[in-house]
């Protein structure tokens, strides 16, 4: 399993970005992939999550109405679209699958800042 997190950087309060999580190493078509974010001094929390085939898709509390996760199966690649961005947005941003939660691999993340 390998994941390879992009698109974070520095965004104004209001602003938006568009991570990118290119996955490898399992059927990414089969899995059920998640967005999870961790903040300095804070533990991971789970952030959005869309089923293997787009059907369904579920959002922390936090982030409903802001953020949107899509994948694209033919290219093995997750998206989280995070408009109106908030300070509390801040963190390290990574991709997920149960498997790979339950073997303790995690990626690089990407990193988010919201600030003025």
Same mark, same amino acid.
């Given at each position: 399993?390998?994941?390879? *997190? %992009?698109? $974070?950087?520095?965004?104004?309060? $209001?602003? =938006?970005?568009?991570? %990118?999580?290119?996955? =490898?190493?399992?059927?990414?078509? %089969? ?9 300095? $001094?804070?533990?991971? *929390?789970?952030?959005?999550? &869309? ?10 509390? =936090? ?28 963190? &390290?941003?990574?991709? =997920? ?14 990193? &988010?800042?919201? %600030?003025?």
């Amino acid at each position: 399993v390998h994941f390879v *997190e %992009s698109g $974070g950087g520095l965004v104004q309060p $209001g602003g =938006s970005l568009r991570l %990118s999580c290119a996955a =490898s190493g399992f059927a990414f078509s %089969s899995n059920a992939m998640n967005w999870f974010r961790q903040a300095p $001094g804070k533990e991971r *929390e789970l952030v959005a999550t &869309v089923t293997n085939d787009a059907g369904s898709t579920n959002y922390a509390d =936090s982030v409903k109405g802001r953020f949107t996760i899509f994948r694209d199966n033919a290219k093995n690649t997750v998206y989280l679209q995070m408009n109106n961005l908030k300070p509390e947005d801040t963190a &390290v941003y990574y991709c =997920s699958t149960r498997r790979a939660r339950a073997a303790g691999y995690w990626g690089q993340g990407t990193q &988010v800042t919201v %600030s003025l």
